[in-house]
C-alpha cells in the first residue's frame, strides 16, 4: 500500500524558511517522480514543483521559483521542500504527491494527507 | 499565464449523469496535456479518480470516467451518488515540467 506522510509544517514569521519532509512506502521510491502541492484556506490546489525520479530535473510554479527547492533522498524514501522567504501567500496545506511513473510529465496517482504551514508574525 | 477553466459550481439529481469540463483560456486540451482529475471533500487530501485522460485510479468506480469531448477534457459521473457531492479539480501538462491545476468544480448531488 503506498503511504505517503508529510512533516515539517508549522508557524514560521515574513521572511522565514522552512523544510517539509515527505516519507514514502510501499513502492519503489527512486523509479517515480514526486510533487509538492498546497492549497491555501478556502482555495483550490496549485502545482508548487516536482522532481523526477532519479532527481535529475527539477521544475516549478512561478509563484516560488528562485524560493523553494525541492530535493529527495532515494536511500532514505524521503521528499523535500526547501522553503525560503516564506510570504503570507505561501500559507496553506502543503501534500506530497507521486506521480505515475519516473518522468516529471507522469499525472500525479497517490497523495499523502497535508502539512499546514502558516505565515505570520 | 496559463488558465485552466473549469465550471464554479455544478449539481446533480441522485442516480444522474454529469460531465465536468477542463479547458484552456485558449487553445484545446488533447491528450498530450496528460489531463487528470482529482476529488477532494472539505478537510480531506486529494483522491486520484482519473489520470492521463481515461486511466481509472485505483479502487475507483467505473461509473467514473475521463475522455475528451470537443476540445476539452472531461469527467462524468454516471448514476451520481449522495457521496460524490465534493470538490472536483483537474490538472494539465503544460510541457517543460509545468502542470496546471483548473479552479474546481463544486458539485452538489440533490
Known amino acids: 500500500e503506498v503511504q505517503l506522510l508529510e512533516s515539517g509544517g508549522g508557524l514560521v514569521q515574513p521572511g522565514g524558511s522552512l523544510r517539509l519532509s515527505c516519507a514514502a512506502s510501499?513502492?519503489?521510491?527512486?523509479?517515480?517522480?514526486m510533487s509538492w502541492v498546497r492549497q491555501a484556506p478556502g482555495k483550490g490546489l496549485e502545482w508548487v514543483s516536482i522532481?523526477?525520479?532519479?532527481?535529475?530535473?527539477?521544475y516549478y510554479a512561478d509563484s516560488v521559483e528562485g524560493r523553494f527547492t525541492i530535493s529527495r533522498d532515494n536511500s532514505k524514501n524521503t521528499l523535500y521542500l526547501h522553503m525560503n522567504s516564506l510570504g503570507a501567500e505561501d500559507t496553506a496545506v502543503y501534500y506530497c504527491?507521486?506521480?505515475?511513473?519516473?518522468?516529471?510529465?507522469?499525472?500525479?496517482?497517490?497523495w499523502g494527507q497535508g502539512t499546514l504551514v502558516t505565515v505570520s508574525s | 499565464q496559463t488558465v485552466v477553466t473549469q465550471e464554479p459550481s455544478f449539481s446533480v439529481s441522485p442516480g444522474g449523469t454529469v460531465t465536468l469540463t477542463c479547458g484552456l483560456g485558449?487553445?484545446?486540451?488533447?491528450?498530450?496535456?496528460?489531463p487528470s482529475w482529482y476529488q477532494q471533500t472539505p478537510g480531506q487530501a486529494p483522491r486520484t479518480l482519473i489520470y492521463?485522460?481515461?486511466t481509472r485510479s485505483s479502487g475507483v468506480p467505473d461509473r467514473f470516467s475521463g475522455s475528451i469531448l470537443g476540445n476539452k477534457a472531461a469527467l462524468t459521473i454516471t448514476g451520481a451518488q449522495a457521496d460524490d457531492e465534493s470538490d472536483y479539480y483537474c490538472?494539465?501538462?503544460?510541457?517543460?515540467?509545468?502542470?496546471?491545476f483548473g479552479g474546481g468544480t463544486k458539485l452538489t448531488v440533490l
Open positions: 504527491a507521486k506521480g505515475s511513473g519516473e518522468s516529471a510529465a507522469r499525472p500525479l496517482d497517490y
Open positions: 510501499g513502492f519503489t521510491f527512486g523509479s517515480y517522480a
Open positions: 522532481i523526477s525520479g532519479s532527481g535529475g530535473s527539477t
Open positions: 485558449s487553445g484545446s486540451v488533447s491528450t498530450s496535456y496528460h
Open positions: 492521463s485522460t481515461n
Open positions: 490538472v494539465l501538462y503544460m510541457g517543460s515540467g509545468i502542470w496546471v
